[in-house]
């Protein structure tokens, strides 16, 4: 039913620029959020940026200006702009969704897609 694709991952240079996106389809019919997760070698995911319906962000604070993140409505994607990349950054990032559908609303999250900052 419900699937989220991710993409833009790959290797960059530190000071670097990349940007993911991450784009639902299926019988969707809101999503009260879109976000990021990562999770670094040896460590355990945790929360990069969200957006919600109303387009409020938070971020986490090791991204917090430099890192933005977006939405499409229209297209429902969700966008994490990611400047002046650190080594630190290195890490598979995921999509999370909440989900709204004609029989249920929960979370659903993308497959991930892999950032490498190296010089």
């Known amino acids: 039913q419900v699937q989220l694709v991710e993409s833009g991952g790959g290797l960059v240079q530190p000071g670097g620029s990349l940007r993911l996106s991450c784009a639902a389809s299926g019988s969707i019919r809101g999503i009260p959020y879109m976000g990021w997760y990562r999770q670094a070698p040896g460590k355990e995911r945790e929360l990069v940026a969200v957006?919600?319906?109303?387009?409020?962000?938070n971020y986490a604070d090791s991204v917090k200006g430099r890192f933005t993140t977006s939405r499409d409505n229209a297209k429902n994607t969700v966008y994490l702009q990611m400047n002046n990349l650190k080594s630190e950054d290195t890490a598979v990032y995921y999509c999370?969704?909440?989900?709204?559908?004609?029989?249920?609303?929960?979370?659903?999250w993308g497959k991930g897609t892999l950032v490498t900052v190296s010089s």
């Open positions: 999370k969704a909440q989900i709204r559908t004609i029989w249920s609303r929960m979370d659903y």
């Open positions: 957006v919600t319906n109303d387009g409020s962000t």
